[in-house]
T-cell receptor, first 113, second 110 residues
Framework: NAGVTQTPKFQVLKTGQSMTLQCAQD?????MSWYRQDPGMGLRLIHY???????DQGEVPNGYNVSRSTTEDFPLRLLSAAPSQTSVYFC????????????FGSGTQLSVL | LAKTTQPISMDSYEGQEVNITCSHN???????ITWYQQFPSQGPRFIIQ???TKVTNEVASLFIPADRKSSTLSLPRVSLSDTAVYYC???????????FGKGTTLSVSS
């Protein structure tokens, strides 16, 4: 059981480039979410999904897109990277929206130059 | 949507008991309280969850007073390996998003 798998672990982008952060879980979890973590800011919710085909915005959604075509995968897309998006990104999942036992991936460290 | 409020940082010595309090004034009747622990370069991990009164597991205890406007995570006899960031999370039933606060950085010294 791999849990929540995030790829890549590290990424360096130039301003204006686009990329997709991958997140996959093998626990048949309905709820999946993306957070970014910056020094002194804690974990801030970007987007989340309560099931396949359903997504919604969190606290800081600007500059990011998501889709949920399958239960297992929840990719995060940066359309045009900006230095303000330099951060550590975490994907998390739980059995359902009302099960707050979130399982987190190991994170993706992204630098935008 | 209201967030939780925790102290930014706390310091302790090995062997001491550490209590971290979280304020959540807008908590509703059916909202659960969950605590997570995060080590450097890792994702947060679930520690304990409670609804009312007291919950204890092999890692920590969670105390929730009757009015449920705050909760306290208690770590007995901390060690250096308990140095981490601790997050309090309230599942506000009125919303669909799980919003974290800024967390408490606990530093344990020998």
């Amino acid at each position: 059981n791999a849990g929540v798998t995030q790829t890549p672990k590290f990424q360096v982008l130039k301003t204006g480039q686009s990329m997709t952060l991958q997140c996959a879980q093998d626990m048949n979890h309905e709820y999946m979410s993306w957070y970014r973590q910056d020094p002194g800011m804690g974990l801030r919710l970007i987007h989340y999904s309560v099931g396949a085909g359903i997504t919604d915005q969190g606290e800081v959604p600007n500059g990011y897109n998501v889709s949920r075509s399958t239960t297992e995968d929840f990719p995060l897309r940066l359309l045009s990277a900006a230095p303000s998006q330099t951060s550590v990104y975490f994907c998390a999942s739980s059995y359902s929206r009302r099960d707050e036992k979130l399982f987190f991936g190991s994170g993706t460290q992204l630098s935008v130059l | 949507l209201a967030k939780t409020t925790q102290p930014i940082s706390m310091d302790s010595y090995e062997g001491q008991e550490v209590n971290i309090t979280c304020s959540h004034n807008n908590i509703a009747t059916n909202d659960y309280i969950t605590w997570y622990q995060q080590f450097p370069s890792q994702g947060p991990r679930f520690i304990i969850q409670g609804y009312k009164t007291k919950v204890t597991n092999e890692v920590a205890s969670l105390f929730i007073p009757a009015d449920r406007k705050s909760s306290t995570l208690s770590l007995p006899r901390v060690s250096l390996s308990d140095t981490a960031v601790y997050y309090c999370l309230v599942d506000y039933q009125a919303g669909t998003a799980l919003i974290f606060g800024k967390g408490t950085t606990l530093s344990v010294s020998s």
